[in-house]
């Protein structure tokens, strides 16, 4: 059983920066796969960035390449997520998700991600 808890959201202007932290409690955080996933009004909840059990191997989505940066501190159990140069469609809840199976692959698929935190609403304005 794997606990996970955001935060850190909240309204920032265009070109802004923010950082989303999770904590995760339950399981040996270190040998877990990590990653962001955020939803819009309307839309499905969608990949944005994830990370190896040592702080390698991230993922980005394509949209966010660039400007968003994933990182871990296993000595801590937290997962991090810096947003630089935020836009309007950045706009949307902001999931931490853990992977628990796989051996270590990072992978950006939902589906492959079985424990979920409640979000932390993220709102960019133009």
């Known amino acids: 059983q794997v606990e996970l808890v955001e935060s850190g959201g909240g309204l920032v202007q265009a070109g802004d920066s923010l950082r989303l932290s999770c904590t995760s409690s339950?399981?040996?955080?270190?040998?877990?796969?990590m990653g962001w996933f955020r939803q819009a009004p309307g839309k499905g909840r969608e990949f944005v960035a994830a990370?190896?059990?040592?702080?390698?191997?991230?993922r980005y989505a394509d949209s966010v390449k660039g400007r968003f940066t994933i990182f871990r501190d296993n000595a801590k159990n937290m997962l991090y997520l810096q947003m630089a140069n935020m836009k309007p469609e950045d706009t949307a809840l902001y999931f931490c998700?853990?992977?628990?199976?796989?051996?270590?692959?990072?992978?950006?698929?939902?589906?492959?991600?079985?424990?979920w935190g409640q979000g932390t609403q993220v709102t960019v304005s133009a």
């Open positions: 998700a853990a992977r628990t199976k796989g051996l270590g692959l990072v992978v950006a698929a939902r589906q492959s991600y079985d424990y």
């Open positions: 990370i190896g059990w040592k702080d390698d191997g991230a």
């Open positions: 339950g399981r040996d955080f270190a040998s877990t796969v």
